[in-house]
């Protein structure tokens, strides 16, 4: 596995055992967790992770069947569950296609399984992981793609690097001309503007020309 990907796994997993906190001085607005003081907000009378607040109103909106059998009513397991929920689903949707592999597969798929078992219906959530994994592992066509993918960024690099240098050159270039300029204008301060026609021409130049 990618270390990248072990690494999105393994913050995944700490994120979830972090939302398992007690809760203490519960006040009007926002309260105070007993890890380090993370302020918690509210969500329709539920004490949540602020951060949360807008997660759970997208998911009410688009999703209201996920809390439909959601019956929970001590405060303290409503506010980790809540969070164990956004927890899951904000890292889940930050997934690129590239980072999925089977072990991310197996691993949401438990995490849904324990969800649903909380009261959530993560139906939506399922779904989705389920289409992921058919359109990674079905087919060839996502390894083809991410295989020019890569020819195409190794082009980008070069095309990148060339241009980088292209534009020293073409400032090189100009600093020449202008050298040159300057040259020629002695040249014809000094012989004339014959000098400079013959300098830039043939050393027959104008010499039959016609008058």
């Given at each position: 596995m990618?270390?990248g990907?072990q690494e999105?796994?393994v913050?995944?997993a700490?994120?979830?055992?972090?939302?398992?906190?007690?809760?203490?001085?519960?006040?009007?607005?926002r309260?105070?967790?007993?890890?380090g003081?993370?302020?918690?907000g509210?969500?329709?009378?539920?004490?949540v992770?602020?951060?949360f607040v807008c997660?759970l109103?997208?998911i009410?909106n688009k999703?209201?069947?996920?809390?439909?059998?959601?019956?929970?009513?001590n405060k303290?397991f409503?506010?980790?569950m809540?969070?164990?929920?956004?927890?899951?689903?904000?890292?889940?949707?930050?997934?690129?296609?590239t980072e999925?592999?089977?072990?991310?597969?197996?691993?949401?798929r438990?995490?849904?399984?324990?969800?649903?078992?909380?009261?959530?219906?993560?139906?939506w959530l399922?779904?989705r992981?389920?289409?992921?994994?058919?359109?990674?592992?079905?087919?060839?066509l996502l390894?083809?793609?991410?295989?020019l993918?890569g020819h195409?960024?190794?082009a980008?690099?070069?095309?990148?690097?060339l241009?980088?240098?292209?534009g020293?050159?073409?400032?090189?270039?100009q600093?020449?001309?202008?050298?040159?300029?300057?040259?020629?204008?002695?040249i014809?301060k000094a012989?004339?503007?014959?000098?400079?026609k013959l300098?830039?021409?043939c050393?027959g130049?104008e010499l039959?020309?016609?008058p």
């Amino acid at each position: 596995m990618d270390m990248g990907v072990q690494e999105k796994h393994v913050l995944h997993a700490d994120k979830v055992r972090n939302s398992v906190y007690l809760i203490e001085g519960i006040g009007n607005d926002r309260l105070t967790s007993s890890r380090g003081g993370s302020n918690l907000g509210l969500w329709r009378g539920h004490e949540v992770n602020s951060e949360f607040v807008c997660l759970l109103n997208r998911i009410m909106n688009k999703y209201p069947e996920t809390f439909e059998s959601f019956a929970i009513k001590n405060k303290k397991f409503c506010t980790v569950m809540l969070n164990m929920l956004c927890t899951s689903v904000n890292d889940f949707i930050k997934f690129t296609m590239t980072e999925v592999d089977r072990k991310m597969i197996a691993e949401y798929r438990d995490v849904f399984a324990d969800l649903k078992i909380l009261g959530f219906d993560v139906s939506w959530l399922a779904g989705r992981l389920n289409y992921i994994e058919h359109l990674q592992f079905s087919h060839p066509l996502l390894t083809e793609l991410y295989a020019l993918d890569g020819h195409l960024n190794g082009a980008r690099s070069k095309l990148q690097y060339l241009q980088t240098h292209s534009g020293d050159t073409e400032i090189r270039l100009q600093d020449l001309q202008t050298l040159r300029d300057e040259k020629m204008q002695e040249i014809e301060k000094a012989f004339g503007t014959l000098g400079t026609k013959l300098v830039a021409g043939c050393i027959g130049d104008e010499l039959l020309s016609t008058p």
